[in-house]
T-cell receptor, first 114, second 112 residues
């Protein structure tokens, strides 16, 4: 069965500082992995995805994530936080064996301090 | 990419009533799903909406409470039946394929 764990339900960063959001997954087969962002009172927007190609994935808004099979991790980073990055971020996994449905982590709320 | 719209965007309902949420995709998609996001929580899958057949429900969700229709490859509805305050949540529709799923803006439901 697939599962996702996001370490830290809340992260506070200063504007211009590194953003690091941690995600570990459990999957019986090579998974597809995703990061979504949810701004207040909005739906989910796809930031980036890993689909078994390059292990370092670049997404929108300057975010990137690295797939590390040995660590079963898919951490999300951004070198320099911007005030507009304040939002909730969700890591998710899908498996073909699970009907391609997404299983989400608990989410990490990012606060950016000026 | 696919653009997904949902109606209504929000509603306030009385307990014991039912609400039907519509999800429209701007292109034909193989998969459509319905998720629930309870206040301050992550997303939980309710069911996979199957075109031309009964939806596939996740553990803890039943058809009598959350009937789903999918008459074609671009449209689906979710009904929240016999509502109670515990049903107050955001309901999101998603669509796409294994390598990418897109989400609608969600329907924010409050049950009094």
């Amino acid at each position: 069965a697939q599962s996702v764990t996001q370490l830290g339900s809340h992260v506070s960063v200063s504007e211009g500082a590194l953003v690091l959001l941690r995600c570990n997954y459990s999957s019986s087969v090579p998974p597809y992995l995703f990061w979504y962002v949810q701004y207040p009172n909005q739906g989910l927007q796809l930031l980036l995805k890993y689909t078994s190609a390059a292990t370092l994935v670049k997404g929108i808004n300057g975010f990137e994530a690295e797939f590390k099979k040995s660590e079963t991790s898919f951490h999300l980073t951004k070198p320099s936080a911007h005030m507009s990055d304040a939002a909730e971020y969700f890591c998710a996994v899908s498996e073909a064996a699970a009907g391609n449905k997404l299983t989400f982590g608990g989410g990490t709320r990012v606060l950016v301090k000026p | 990419s696919a653009v997904i719209s949902q109606k209504p965007s929000r509603d306030i309902c009385q307990r014991g009533t039912s609400l039907t949420i519509q999800c429209q995709v701007d292109s034909q998609v193989t998969m459509m799903f319905w998720y629930r996001q309870q206040p301050g929580q992550s997303l939980t899958l309710i069911a996979t909406a199957n075109q031309g057949s009964e939806a596939t429900y996740e553990s803890g969700f039943v058809i009598d409470k959350f009937p789903i229709s999918r008459p074609n490859l671009t449209f689906s509805t979710l009904t929240v039946s016999n509502m109670s305050p515990e049903d107050s949540s955001i309901y999101l529709c998603s669509a796409g394929a294994r390598n990418e799923q897109f989400f609608g803006p969600g329907t924010r439901l409050t049950v009094l």
